[in-house]
């Protein structure tokens, strides 16, 4: 992978990975035009592991509430201050972060092959769209951050755990369940931001860790390191801007962008003008 692949990768991640549209669903699309195997090992890591720069750019956002959230965690795991908010938010994002993990490592072959079709792909950005759009009206959004139960969180997790499926959207999975769960959509991003730092990180290490060779003679280390740093950058524009937004906003501009790119995807597929891998 050259230099400039690297960057427009990055930077594609770094846009997508917050919006409710798909990071891995654009990343796959685009791999493919670029003329990449999108099932390959290698490629399918890359993929994973830029995802880092995208929790950089959330930590660093989110720092100011990680200070207080993590010092009142651990304080509360060695004695007994533990009626604390934010060491119980701490148990919160921790039992949020089950389900995708489990889901990831008992289904991981299946999600870096089968689903990475591009059928897959453009299938679920239409169908993930009509759940967006349900719960966007649904939603009375009266419940706020400090509603926020261990019980919200397991709901959100679970739903984040879909996004395994690329096109899903991790970001549009875990709003789309929170606001379900009536809360505003500012608190329902803010979570998302939150639930993504376990995630992806883990997504991270894990793809390190078993495919660090397949990295090293397919995509290689400098494109996939590029990539990760221009997805930070990038990334962090992009949570700022977010959070503004939906303040203000439904997401239904989201979910006709959604619904368009995925027609569009599976008529090429459909009519032979890309192959589905």
Same mark, same amino acid.
């Given at each position: #992978? ?7 990768l ?16 654009h ?11 999108i099932?390959?090992?290698?490629? %399918?890591?890359?993929t994973?592991? @830029?995802q880092s720069?995208?929790?950089?750019a %959330?930590t ?5 509430? @990680? ?11 060695? &004695? ?11 148990? #919160?994002?921790?039992i949020?972060s ?14 870096? !092959?089968?689903l990475? &079709? ?7 950005l @239409? ?5 967006m ?6 939603a !009375? ?8 139960t ?5 709901i959100i ?12 959207s991790? &970001?549009?999975?875990? #709003?789309?369940a ?8 500012v608190?329902?991003?803010?979570? &998302? ?6 995630a ?9 860790a ?6 090293? !003679? ?5 494109? %996939?390191?590029?990539? %990760? ?12 801007w977010?959070?503004?937004?939906v303040?203000?906003?439904?997401y239904t ?17 459909? !009519?032979?003008?890309i192959?589905?891998?």
């Amino acid at each position: #992978m050259n230099i400039f692949e690297a960057i427009l990768l990055g930077a594609v991640e770094g846009l997508t990975e917050f919006l409710p549209i798909s990071s891995t669903g654009h990343l796959t699309i685009l791999e493919k035009l670029l003329g990449y195997r999108i099932d390959d090992p290698d490629v %399918t890591a890359f993929t994973a592991i @830029i995802q880092s720069g995208a929790v950089l750019a %959330t930590t660093i956002y989110l720092r100011r509430d @990680i200070a207080r959230i993590v010092p009142a965690f651990l304080r509360g795991l060695f &004695s007994k201050a533990r009626r604390d908010r934010d060491y119980r938010f701490g148990w #919160m994002v921790i039992i949020g972060s089950i389900p995708i993990a489990v889901v990831g490592l008992l289904f991981k072959d299946q999600i870096e !092959t089968t689903l990475r &079709s591009l059928w897959f792909v453009g299938s679920a950005l @239409i169908l993930w769209s009509g759940v967006m759009w349900f719960a966007d009206r649904a939603a !009375t959004q009266q419940r706020h951050e400090q509603d926020v139960t261990w019980k919200d969180t397991l709901i959100i997790g679970t739903a984040q755990a879909l996004a395994l499926i690329p096109g899903v959207s991790r &970001s549009g999975a875990t #709003m789309s369940a929170g606001l379900l769960r009536d809360f505003d959509r500012v608190t329902v991003t803010r979570l &998302s931001f939150f639930l993504s730092i376990p995630a992806l990180l883990a997504a991270t290490v894990l793809q390190v860790a078993d495919e660090y060779d397949n990295i090293s !003679t397919g995509v290689g280390w400098p494109a %996939t390191i590029t990539a %990760t740093v221009v997805s930070g950058v990038v990334g962090y524009l992009a949570v700022a801007w977010l959070l503004k937004f939906v303040a203000r906003h439904t997401y239904t501009v989201f979910i006709w962008y959604r619904v368009i790119l995925g027609t569009i995807v599976l008529l090429l597929v459909g !009519t032979g003008a890309i192959e589905a891998t």
